[in-house]
């Protein structure tokens, strides 16, 4: 793989503000109160992860997150601004460790750790072709 062992103890913090697409809407009761959904927190530091990671990667690779685990600690609302932050842990082969949080002000609302794996952008194309035939 190229460049990856140069993401090694590398950190990326970002703002956010938490829109309709982080909606928790499951229970339609619940949905009114604008909750942002565990799942889409979590969307929130993939995709800082990846846009971190992708600069080091060359154009035939991808990072895909192949496995997490999620603490949702506090709620927020939907429109709420959250800083959001990765962390890379550990490199070993293709595969990235990387530890996330979410903060409101000085109140943790998410943490996570998980693994995203560097494959080949060929390789999901031709799974995915094969999977329609």
């Known amino acids: 793989m190229t460049n990856l062992e140069l993401l090694r103890g590398q950190s990326k913090t970002v703002e956010r503000v938490v829109d309709e697409s982080c909606l928790w809407n499951e229970d339609q009761e619940m949905a009114m109160f604008s909750y942002a959904s565990t799942s889409g927190l979590s969307a929130l530091v993939f995709h800082v992860a990846y846009e971190m990671i992708q600069p080091f990667l060359d154009e035939n690779e991808v990072s895909v997150v192949i496995a997490a685990d999620v603490r949702h600690i506090s709620p927020v609302h939907v429109s709420e601004r959250l800083a959001v932050g990765v962390k890379v842990i550990d490199i070993q082969d293709n595969r990235i460790k990387m530890r996330g949080v979410i903060m409101k002000g000085e109140s943790k609302v998410l943490e996570m750790e998980f ?18 035939t």
């Open 115 to 132: 693994v995203r794996a560097v494959v080949s952008r060929n390789y999901l194309r031709r799974i995915s072709i094969e999977k329609t």
